[in-house]
């Protein structure tokens, strides 16, 4: 007997429904790539597969039961896929960049300086604007490759290789070929910046792993920029869009934003949750276990709905309702345990700019098209629209 | 009150820090987690409750005393 299919959001047809509803009963599923999971959709036994690292190892890979490219049993490359100490000691070399609350406060004129001169140029231009492509994608990529030292000439190859690796169709030969370039132009940027260092994040992570016992090798800083460049746009960027979409569509959800911006702060936190995450992770059981009184056998692959479990009453008795003025709980959007975004803190930071930015310059900001006719993507793990006309005059 | 955190676990993901920066700060060099009082006065519970809540690497306990 065949398996039922990993159910996946349908955008096109309920816009902002996660793939299926929050249960406790664990089931087994095809993933579209061929592999047989156990699917988890509550939020508690979400929350325990992503927090314990032990007897879910992230090795197979974060979404290789979506990408073809990925396979799980190929020998880990990059810290997304190593667990425990190993991957502890790459984090600890991400997080002085990008999630130190002083480094954060540092950050943020610059960000709000990248917005404000989108949201100008946003304003002299013709209506309908393309809102995906000339502003969320232009915003996030900027901050992300001037927080690296990617000049805009290059912006064309993390675009490129994010295109590829989040696509689930792509092959591992056209990944490695749409990678190929970002990867010589990252080394080229280590061996430049080693001989002269910079204040952006490969320089400060040179300088500051060159202390450690074990200073990080180029193969490490190449993997780890490209994933904080690939990972760092896109998924921001998508966020804004698909976030202004459900904002703009929920009766008095933007007019609270404009009558008080300060709530961009638990907005964001609101959209992540809403909205994160739809297609789920993956782990693999390292030992006999059980979820949820399911026993689980070693070896076995685990996919976990974020979504879902963000949308569990076991969270807020209301958790289908999108509420911008929600008291932030704890959510697992940005993922939960060890492998938890990387890029949070800076992605949180991306989306309360902007989100306060246009509520405060922007206030009349409407979809111009009606939301049925929205294109969304759909081979891709990262969820939203293909491209968001709008409208303000 | 009394708190304690697991230091080897760490992430350094900064949550505990930006909602509870009295008891909690960051090492320079790796961001992993300082904390700054073991025993916080009790209206800071609330506080340190949603740090523990939202830690992701779940390092952080809290206990009565």
């Known amino acids: 007997m065949s398996l039922p299919a990993l159910p996946l959001p349908r955008e096109w047809e309920l816009p902002f429904d996660p793939p299926g509803p929050a249960g406790s009963r664990l089931v087994r599923v095809a993933c579209p790539t061929g592999l047989s999971a156990w699917l988890v959709s509550d939020y508690a036994g979400v929350r325990e597969v992503l927090g314990d690292g ?6 197979p890979g974060q979404a290789s039961h979506m990408l073809t490219a990925f396979d799980p049993d190929s020998e880990p490359e990059g810290f997304t896929r190593l667990d425990g100490p190993e991957h502890v000691r790459i984090r600890r070399n991400f997080a002085p960049q990008v999630s130190h609350a002083r480094r954060l406060t540092e950050l943020k004129p610059l960000i709000e300086e990248i917005t404000d001169r989108a949201i100008t140029r946003m304003l002299a231009s013709p209506e309908p604007f393309a809102l995906h492509s000339a502003f969320s994608t232009a915003v996030t990529t900027e901050v992300i490759a001037e927080l690296i030292g990617v000049p805009a000439a290059q912006h064309h190859l993390l675009r490129d290789a994010a295109q590829a690796i989040f696509t689930t169709t792509t092959t591992a030969d056209e990944l490695r070929a749409a990678l190929e370039p970002l990867f010589v132009y990252l080394y080229q940027a280590v061996a430049s910046r080693r ?6 994040i490969l320089s400060r992570m040179i300088l500051l792993s060159a202390s450690n016992e074990r200073p990080l090798t180029d193969a490490e800083l190449v993997d780890m920029n490209a994933a904080l460049l690939i990972a760092g746009f896109d998924t921001t960027a998508s966020m804004i869009t698909y976030g202004l979409v459900a904002l703009l569509n929920t009766p008095g959800e933007w007019d609270r934003l404009v009558a008080d911006p300060g709530l961009a702060v638990p907005a964001t936190e609101e959209l992540v949750r809403y909205l994160g995450v739809g297609t789920g992770l993956l782990r693999r059981a390292t030992e006999d276990t059980t979820i949820g009184g399911q026993a689980i056998l070693a070896g076995d692959y685990v996919v976990v709905s974020v979504q879902s479990g963000n949308r569990d009453a076991a969270l807020y008795p209301d958790a289908e309702v999108l509420n911008i003025a929600r008291k932030p ?21 991306e989306l309360n700019t902007v989100l306060a930015a246009l509520a405060t310059r922007v206030p009349t900001l409407r979809i111009a098209v009606p939301v049925g006719d929205i294109e969304w993507k759909r081979d891709t793990v990262v969820r939203g629209p293909v491209e968001l006309p709008v409208a303000w005059s | 009150m009394r708190v304690t955190v697991d230091r080897d676990r760490c992430i350094g993901a900064g949550n505990c820090a930006l909602i ?32 523990v809540d939202r830690c992701p690497a779940a390092v952080i306990v809290l206990a009565a005393g």
Do not use: K, N, W
């Open chain 1, 54 to 59: 032990r007897r879910f190892s992230a090795r």
């Open chain 1, 195 to 200: 001989a002269e260092p910079g204040d952006d």
């Open chain 1, 329 to 349: 709980g704890s959510h697992i959007g940005f993922g939960h345990g060890a492998h938890a975004c990387v890029g949070q803190q800076v992605a949180r930071m």
């Open chain 2, 20 to 51: 509870a920066p009295a008891v909690f700060d960051q090492e320079p060099d790796d961001a992993v987690v300082v904390l700054l009082d073991e025993t916080p006065p009790e209206d800071s519970r609330p506080a340190v409750q949603e740090a």
